[in-house]
Every structure is written in C-alpha cells, then in structure tokens.
C-alpha cells in the first residue's frame, strides 16, 4: 500500500503559477507511474499529466507547454510546476500511484485526498 500526501493547492490569479507536491510513503518500490487527475464541478475528471520510474512524462493537450511534472527521488515526491494558469485550470487536483499496466490509461491504485486549485479571472 502506497500513502499520498498533497500539498500546494490554494487560490491565484489568472497567469500565475502554482506547484503542487505529492509525497509517496510505504510500498513505493511497487509504483511504477505517479500523477495527477483533476476534477472540476460538473465536469469528468481529467488526467493531467503523469511521470513513469523511468522519467516519461504525459500531458493533457489542455495544459501542455504550461505543466510540467517532475520528481524528486530522493524525497519519493512528484511535483507539478502550473504557469499561466487559466480559469479553466479551477478543479480539485488529485495525485495517483499505481504498478505497470498494459492499460492504456495509468492504473492508479493509491490516491491522495485532493487539493484545491482555484484560479480567478
């Protein structure tokens, strides 16, 4: 079992930046791709973007050239740096961690308890 803690959400204007840190503890040598979902009010969550063990990282179309995520092994903490956020960007944010699957998206097994990212216009 893999524990996630989230931190780093909060509220910023449109064009801002924020970083959102998830750190991983427990059986972490079973996780194989770590990353972020996000949910808005009303709409489907969304996968935002994802990192693997071995550093290749996936975006949604939707935050490409303004996301990047990134991990620091040394701390078993994976980041996501937000610029140029837009309002669009408002959802709850949640990190996952799941094992190697052939499925075509990551087969999250753990997750942490979200945090908020609200961006004002």
């Known amino acids: 079992q893999v524990q996630l803690v989230e931190s780093g959400g909060g509220l910023v204007q449109a064009g801002g930046s924020l970083r959102l840190s998830c750190a991983a503890s427990g059986s972490i040598l079973s996780t194989y791709v770590m990353g972020w979902y996000r949910q808005a009010p009303g709409k489907q969550r969304e996968l935002v973007a994802t990192i693997t063990r071995g550093g290749n990282s996936n975006y949604a179309d939707s935050v490409k050239a303004r996301f990047t995520i990134s991990t620091d092994n040394a701390k078993n903490t994976v980041y996501l740096q937000m610029n140029n956020l837009k309002a669009e960007d408002t959802a709850v944010y949640y990190c996952?961690?799941?094992?190697?699957?052939?499925?075509?998206?990551?087969?999250?097994?753990?997750w942490g308890q979200g945090t908020q990212v609200t961006v004002s216009s």
């Open positions: 996952g961690a799941g094992p190697w699957s052939t499925k075509p998206d990551p087969d999250f097994r753990s």
